[in-house]
């Protein structure tokens, strides 16, 4: 158990150093606001779709490997907990804004970055841990885009300037400046608005091409039989090393801009969210998305799930929300700082959460 607990610390304390990296920085204006914005853009639409293609590309063998049994059970309990989230959600805060973070914080583990390494880690399968990744990331940023369109805030425009007469004739006296009106434009959330959001995830669009090339490969074996001819890594290596190179900074980078956008005064003004959020990523979402498998691999026939299955549900259900929650949040004008904090907060906590987790799983199945 101790060396479950050193894999813990390995794969979550990097993250909190890279965030407290970007914090200094920032604070001492090595960083400033223009190089986190942009950071933010760059990480999201080139690094991280770059990431999850290579990923896909270089770790799913072919169709004929997935375990249709372990895909249902995973993404079947991601939608459950999305529902209980929405009402979480919803219950717990007023503000629009948040409400989209909070949601996105119970369903969205960081199954991409920490999550491979730790099934690795705990002897799990990693192809299977792939498989599971090329249909889990999809439904994962798929629920986060409806969950940030649909509690998407109103945003303030500025209407036209009010003169010194305008204000005379509305009952002011004196001197008045002219200003500008303001005014709210009621964001729009139908279901044309929120599919095309997914359309154009970059995310979502980084695990799709990395299927379409995997499906290449499945044909060009049939057709071939069983050889490859064209291979994107074989015949387009240039390609392929500058795909992996942006894949390689997507991690650390994206952790460096969330730590220049980290304020800890902020945390007294969100105290209740963080809290609302954290307990859910850490806590309620491990219990449901490992519990119920443990108990129906125990108690029934539904599912059967073996040892080389619960580390990859341990990543998936069991890891802190992932890092490009924030970075999406930003995109998507709801409440950034939030969830930033639940990262940060998550990645802390889950640093002990996953220790017990394995335990407990340890001692139930053997």
Known sequence: MLDVLVTSINAVLPIILLILLGYLLKRFKVLNDNFVKIGNKFVFKICLPCMLFINIYDGMDGFADIRWDVVIYSVTAICVIFGLGLVTAILTTKKQSRRGVILQCTFRSNFAIIGLALVESLGGDKGLASIISAFSIPIFNILAVISLTVFA???????????????????????????LEVKTVKPKHGIKIILLNIVKNPLIIGVFIGLVFVGIREIERACCNGEVIFSFK???????????????????????????????????????????????????????????????????????????????????????????????????????????????????????????????????TV
């Open 153 to 179: 805030e109103a945003e303030p425009i500025a209407g036209d300037a009010v003169g010194w007469t305008d204000a005379v004739n509305a009952g002011q006296t004196g001197t008045e400046q002219p200003y």
């Open 234 to 364: 074989e015949h387009l290596k240039f390609l392929y090393t500058c795909t992996g190179s942006l894949k390689a900074i997507a991690s650390p980078l994206a952790l460096i801009v969330l730590g220049g956008q980290f304020r800890f005064d902020a945390v007294k003004g969100m105290t209740k969210e963080i809290v609302v959020g954290t307990v859910w990523r850490v806590l309620l979402a491990p219990l449901i998305g490992i519990g119920v498998a443990v108990l129906l691999s125990m108690y029934t026939d539904l599912f059967t799930f073996g040892a080389d299955v619960y580390p990859t549900l341990i990543a998936l259900f069991g890891t802190p929300v992932a890092v490009s929650s924030a970075i999406m949040a930003g995109e998507m004008k709801s409440d950034e700082q939030l969830a930033t904090q639940l990262v940060v907060w998550t990645s802390l906590y889950s640093i002990a959460t996953i220790f017990v987790t394995v335990f407990i799983v340890g001692l139930l």
